[in-house]
């Protein structure tokens, strides 16, 4: 599990080689985190960046990442400025402005199948026939807690309620929320075994779930993620096994029943929230939430080169159970009319995936409370503006 510690480590890892993004204010509550601004045009970077660091030294066939186009751009950026090769697998359906852009970056780029998952797994071919080292586009700890290091910024930078981010794969969400997290102040997690110590630890420590708490720890984090007893007995001993069988669904039903339903509620720290946001045509974190597994979707729609990941990460899921995310779904028309309000009144051009968070508030589908501060993360310009003009 990631914590708040490891989107600390993260930000030490990648400082200076990724751009700290600034806020704008764009309403009297709500604000845009310009993330589009990041090297290679994505908070993919700093997943990316992190992830290849944290992982040692580079094999000499490099890396390989499979993408949307975004995590690509992100890894070929990151491996031209650390020196090693990149290969790429990309769709045919990607975007030519994604594909030009690899080239230019230097990376091996080979487009197959029409969804990310086929590139995935023709990446994976490429890593064992090579050598190269597989890269995740958002299902690893190192891209999540990399992920993270935007949502450090927000906490400096300003006072705010909720950050409303689109989801994929699931590992910019996890990663935000990872920032965010802090103890525990549920009454559960307060009558745990553990205490809220050993419930704050799942969530909010380094240690992620359970880690060296031991039972004591693994019951509290049990107890507050599962809420009722299926997931805490599941959990037994094993702190992080038990928060991740919960959350990851072999505990199936009794985990996902839990979750929604339990009592223990989870709070992030000072009470900030990440709400997700997915297309209709792309949703994998509500499927995951209503099914208490990860399961696979169908993808397609204006977002799909951005957002359309089969399936939620397993990691990523399991931090939005412990956090208790909540996704909203947004059509496509409402994904193509914010992405248009965004040139039209704030002369921002994103792409469509990126859109789909600010669709949540334009279309009415969040409606923020009276004097709720909402932040909109703005994290893709991987895009042809031609359409906007
Ligand atoms: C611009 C943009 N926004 C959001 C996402 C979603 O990120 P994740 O796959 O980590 O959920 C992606 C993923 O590629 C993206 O490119």
């Known amino acids: 599990m990631i914590g708040i510690e490891d989107v600390r480590a993260a930000e030490e890892r990648i400082r200076g080689r990724v751009r700290r993004t600034p806020v ?13 601004a990041q090297h290679a045009g994505s908070f993919k970077t700093r997943g990316m960046m992190n992830q290849i660091l944290a992982s040692g030294p580079a094999p000499a066939a490099g890396i390989v990442v499979a993408s949307g186009g975004n995590a690509g751009l992100a890894a070929a950026y990151a491996a031209r400025e650390l020196g090693i090769p990149a290969a790429v697998f990309v769709p045919e359906t990607a975007p030519p402005v994604k594909v030009a852009k690899l080239g230019k970056l230097g990376a091996q780029v080979t487009q197959v199948g029409s969804e990310y998952a086929e590139a995935h797994a023709a990446a994976v071919v490429h890593a064992e026939r090579t050598g190269a080292r597989f890269c995740h586009a958002y299902d690893d700890p190192g891209m999540v807690a990399g992920n993270g290091t935007l949502g450090l ?6 006072e705010f309620d909720t950050v409303l981010v689109a989801v994929g794969g699931g590992g910019l969400a996890a990663g935000v929320a990872a920032a965010l997290a802090g103890p525990a102040e549920s009454a559960d997690a307060g009558k745990g075994a553990g205490g809220s110590a050993g419930a704050g630890e799942s969530v909010g420590g380094s240690a992620g779930a359970g880690g060296d708490a031991g039972a004591g720890g693994s019951a509290g984090a049990g107890e507050s993620v599962g809420g009722s007893a299926g997931a805490g007995g599941d959990a037994g001993a094993g702190g992080s096994a038990g928060a991740g069988k919960s959350a990851g669904g072999s505990a199936g039903a009794e985990g996902s029943a839990g979750a929604g339903a339990g009592t223990g509620a989870r709070v992030t720290a000072g009470g900030k929230r990440v709400v997700a946001v997915e297309p209709e045509n792309c949703p994998t974190l509500s499927r995951a939430l209503a099914a208490g597994e990860p399961v696979d979707v169908a993808v397609s729609g204006v977002a799909a080169d951005s957002l359309g990941a089969r399936r939620i990460g397993l990691l ?14 947004v059509d496509d028309a409402a994904i193509v009319e914010a992405r248009r309000r965004l040139w039209d009144d ?10 789909a968070a600010y669709a949540a508030l334009t279309s009415g589908v969040y409606r923020p409370a009276e004097g709720e501060r909402v932040v909109v993360l703005l994290c893709g310009a991987n895009t042809n503006p031609g359409d906007l003009a």
Do not use: C, N
Request: hydrophobic residues 45%.
């Open 24 to 36: 704008l204010r764009a309403g009297a509550q709500t604000f845009f985190k310009l993330e589009y």
């Open 153 to 158: 910024e927000l906490l400096d930078d300003l």
């Open 316 to 329: 990523p899921y399991q931090i939005a159970v412990l956090t208790e995310m909540r996704s909203l779904l």
């Open 346 to 355: 704030y002369r921002i051009v994103v792409e469509h995936g990126t859109a």
